[in-house]
């Protein structure tokens, strides 16, 4: 059988589709349980925009975020209700946010964890930092996007984890404004 050069071409386009986002270290994948990467997760993905994911049904409950015109919040349906949040930013989905386990990072991070599991599992790839207010957050840094696992209110270790681009999520852990 003969390959033509458009088949060579189509399928040198699919192979680069398949290429990840960055050239990060695979750290493994969580089995069995959802995953929430610096991509998105399911039907959110970063950069998605506001007027699709609700067209599509998957939003519901959207507020504004105080103090910036262009920041919305909302909440998502089916399987993903309840469990993550979501934030847009001059309509598209800047950050993916949840307080439940499932969903772990692709190197099987999660909520409930202590920063010191988090240093075992992330070793040189992430680091603590703190923001204005005194949190502490456990960064990971993805090419231009970020996982952020932040403290708990009431209990050691992380009660929040969250992804999306680096200049958005960390600028606002560390400040405390989304805009």
């Known amino acids: 059988m003969r390959t033509s050069i458009r088949?060579?071409?189509?399928a040198g386009v699919l192979a680069l589709l398949m290429i990840p986002v960055t050239a990060a270290p695979s750290f493994g994948r969580a089995t069995g349980e959802p995953?929430?990467?610096v991509r998105g997760t399911g039907p959110y993905r970063i950069g998605v925009t506001l007027d699709r994911l609700t067209a599509a049904g998957l939003v519901t409950d959207v507020w504004s975020y105080p103090g910036c015109?262009?920041?919305?919040?909302?909440?998502?349906?089916?399987e993903w209700a309840g469990v993550i949040l979501l934030r847009f930013r001059a309509g598209r989905l800047a950050e993916i946010g949840t307080a439940t386990v499932p969903p772990r990072?692709?190197?099987g991070a999660a909520v409930g964890m202590s920063f010191a599991?988090?240093?075992?599992v992330y070793g040189q790839h992430g680091e603590l930092i703190r923001s204005d207010d005194g949190r502490t957050g456990y960064l990971v840094?993805?090419?231009q996007?970020?996982?952020l696992f932040t403290d708990h209110p009431i209990r050691p270790g992380v009660g929040y984890f969250q992804v999306g681009p680096a200049h958005f999520v960390e600028?606002?852990?560390r400040t405390g404004a989304a805009c």
Not at 7 to 10: G, I, P, S
Not at 69 to 76: E, L, Q, T
């Open 117 to 120: 599991e988090l240093e075992e």
């Open 141 to 143: 840094r993805i090419g």
């Open 145 to 147: 996007r970020v996982e």
């Open 35 to 37: 995953v929430l990467s």
């Open 7 to 10: 088949q060579l071409a189509v």
């Open 105 to 107: 990072s692709p190197a």
């Open 69 to 78: 015109d262009d920041v919305v919040d909302s909440g998502a349906t089916g």
């Open 171 to 173: 600028r606002t852990f």
